[in-house]
């Protein structure tokens, strides 16, 4: 069964920072494109940065130059290192896997449950 655990979620303060977590089954985390999306009350899901399984990386608008993805084969996780947070970003962020690279939410495969980050002070 394929599973994308999230951990790392939670509040933090404006300017601050947060890492997240996703572990990934090895069958999905050695061929699959990983990524992070969010979804924000009353507004869409959107791509906040993926990553190929060869390492090339990608990032949504709103927070290049902040964020970080990266991804380690020994554990099988992708993380999302968060820096600066503003209160924009306060949202549900989700782990995905699709087979190729997609910017939309339904191009991925396999989706986390999901892990709160609150930005306030």
């Known amino acids: 069964q394929v599973q994308l655990v999230e951990f790392g979620g939670g509040l933090v303060q404006p300017g601050g920072s947060l890492r997240l977590s996703c572990v990934a089954s090895?069958?999905?985390?050695?061929?699959?494109?990983m990524a992070w999306f969010r979804q924000a009350p009353g507004k869409q899901r959107e791509l906040v940065a993926g990553i190929s399984s060869a390492g090339a990386t990608t990032y949504g608008d709103s927070v290049k130059g902040r964020f970080i993805i990266s991804r380690d084969s020994t554990q099988n996780t992708v993380n999302l290192y968060m820096n600066s947070l503003k209160p924009e970003d306060t949202a549900v962020y989700y782990c995905a896997a699709a087979f190729v690279f997609a910017p939309s939410p339904n191009g991925y495969d396999y989706w986390g449950q999901g892990t709160q980050v609150t930005v306030s002070s």
């Open positions: 090895g069958r999905i985390f050695r061929s699959y494109f």
